[in-house]
């Protein structure tokens, strides 16, 4: 039987692969895992924080979280439409013994996800996923009556708390910055135009109309042509892009330009390290990160560790070290002295103090390093793990690493969802990774047969 749990969360189409009765299950499974936490002073009950975004599923979805919550003897409070992030900061905030977000990201509307947060806002890891979902096949837990069952409570500052924390994480105001905001018609449709109004700078919000059905619909972090339009259109110093819970961000600058994660993370570990703030000089990123950044942190002095894909390896080496940045190319940048998961309000907010205490454009601050040309090709084969571990497969990324010396890589990867190897190939020219990686692909393609 396949893992429930994926890389981040449970996630699927909603009614159909993440039913509300598979929701109440969950909750409750986590409840009865989470059980041991302090319970609340005032009601003797443990409690969990519940946030969502925008989806119609999501109310759906919250109301079954929220009786697995009850059901198992935990106080739901509610905070609404809130960013993942926000979730993460709230659970540690009102000292909570977990929280739950329901939202699939950047995934269409169709879908749906449930991930969760232990106390301090962390996410979880493998292990204790598998433990919820071992409890999950487990009906058999104590079910309270009376008065312990638990209450759903709906928390009326939880978004003026996370405002506060945004405020506290900057010490230079925004005055005199335009920015256009991009909300994705998501979680941040209130709170990120809310948030960087109160460090001063001008702001003009788009796809900031959510009604249930219209997330991540050409717009957002994976859609970024109508916010490269408004830039232009309103002559903003930049332009800031979020998915549908916010956990993202990605930039525009005032020429259009897209500034992706690996930008944004070589601008913030270089100011950091500026400040004496960045933790044994060394930056966080995955495998997937430009050889553009690797570059650029080497000649800033900067050591750059790489983890896998996904946000969650990037934390835990964030964690192990107790490093002070890290992110992914996709806009998952994490601050932990700020934060313990990644947000795109904050990245924004970092970003754009950046501008404000240099007084540079964003486009000079992003051009300390020079993205190299990349190709990438997944190639569907029947056994991606006996492809990629194969003899002939290995020897040809080893020639292709060999030809393209200092000034290129090769990445090659089994898919983490797809029966699919993914051919990735950087290099000076456009050209020379294109033929590199097409050579490649053959290979891949051949032993796939």
Known sequence: MARLFGTDGVRGLANDELTPELALRLASAAAVVFEAGSASEASGRPRAVVGRDPRASGEMLEAAVCAGLAATGVDAIRVGVVPTPAVAFLTADYRADFGVMISASHNPMP???IKFFSDGGHKLDDAVE??????MADDDFARPIGAAVGRVVDASDAG??????????????????????DCAHGAAFELAPQAYADAGADVIAIHAEPDGLNINEDCGSTHMDKLRAAVLEHGA????????DADRCLAVDSTGQVVDGD????????????RDRLRDNVLVATVMSNLGLHIAMREAGITLRTTAVGDRYVLEELRRGNYSLGGEQ???IVVPGSGTTGDGILTGLLLMEQMAVTGDRIADLAGIMTVLPQELINVRVADKHAVAQSQ??????TDAEAELGDHGRVLLRPSGTEQLVRVMVEAG????ARVVARRIVDVVEAAGS
């Open 111 to 113: 879908d749906n996800g």
């Open 130 to 135: 598998d433990r919820i979902e071992a409890a």
């Open 160 to 181: 003026d708390r996370y405002r506060a924390h945004l405020a506290a994480a900057i010490g230079h105001r925004l005055d005199g910055l335009t920015v256009v905001v």
């Open 237 to 244: 110093d930049l332009g800031l892009a979020h998915d549908g």
């Open 263 to 274: 930008a944004i993370m070589a601008i913030l570990a270089t100011a950091l390290r500026s």
């Open 330 to 332: 996709s806009g998952h």
């Open 392 to 397: 002939i497969v290995k020897q040809a990324v």
């Open 429 to 432: 020219s456009a050209d020379t």
